[in-house]
């Protein structure tokens, strides 16, 4: 079946540095890729996607490329805040009719001044 | 604000007993799904409604169903608590029923605590 790994947590940056949270998936066809963040107390949103191979998501200053030939979906940033803190789940959703979506166990990220 | 809207945020109750969780999704949207998010299991895919049909079972457990009304909002029903239920439930809405590379939007969720 279909499943996520990433990176376990919690990360600890200072606030400017560079981020990268890895991310690897097994899954049979062409699925979809995404990214979503949780902030404390609150639901799940979505960062966000990519839905085919060498696509590049990107959103507020995040971005993920989705490798097949590593099948991995990485999401990186630049410059991380203080509000950037948060649950950073990858996920993806199988090709072929309809799929549910498959969570990773999440990474937490703490960003400090 | 995602304009999913569970109630209630909060939820004490004790094993054995009996509880409903409710979820209005976003406006036009037909899809509601529910997950489960625990410190041990991650989140886990419960259950899925399409425009009132169950489109699509996760791991859930017999202990609990669900449905959707008319209106389309749901509710989740827990019975035979036991501490292991004990999780934040999030419902999520979409517009259809596709899965696939649809978005789904999550609601705030409802923290369970069994005693």
């Known amino acids: 079946g279909n499943s996520v790994t990433q990176m376990e947590g919690p990360v600890t940056l200072s606030e400017e540095a560079f981020l990268t949270i890895n991310c690897t998936y097994t899954a049979t066809g062409y699925p979809s890729l995404f990214w979503y963040v949780q902030y404390p107390g609150e639901g799940l949103q979505l960062l966000l996607k990519a839905t085919k191979a060498d696509d590049k998501g990107s959103n507020k200053g995040f971005e993920a490329t989705y490798r097949k030939e590593t099948t991995s979906f990485h999401l990186e940033k630049g410059s991380v805040q203080v509000s950037d803190s948060a649950v950073y789940f990858c996920?993806?959703?199988?090709?072929?009719?309809?799929?549910?979506?498959?969570f990773g166990t999440g990474t937490k990220l703490q960003v400090i001044p | 604000d995602s304009g999913v809207t569970q109630t209630p945020k909060h939820l004490i109750t004790a094993t054995g007993q009996r509880v409903t969780l409710r979820c209005s999704p976003r406006s036009g949207d037909l899809s509601v799904y529910w997950y489960q998010q625990s410190l041990d299991q991650g989140l886990q895919f419960l259950i899925q409604?399409?425009?009132?049909?169950?489109?699509a079972k996760g791991n859930i457990l017999e202990r609990f169903s669900a449905q959707q009304f008319p209106d389309l909002h749901s509710e989740l029903n827990l019975s035979s608590l036991e501490l292991g239920d004990s999780a934040l439930y999030f419902c999520?809405?979409?517009?259809?029923?596709?899965?696939?590379?649809?978005?789904?939007?999550f609601g705030p969720g409802t923290r369970l605590l069994v005693l």
């Open positions: 409604y399409y425009n009132g049909e169950e489109r």
């Open positions: 996920a993806l959703s199988g090709s072929g009719g309809y799929q549910k979506v498959t």
């Open positions: 999520a809405s979409s517009v259809f029923a596709s899965g696939g590379a649809e978005t789904q939007y």
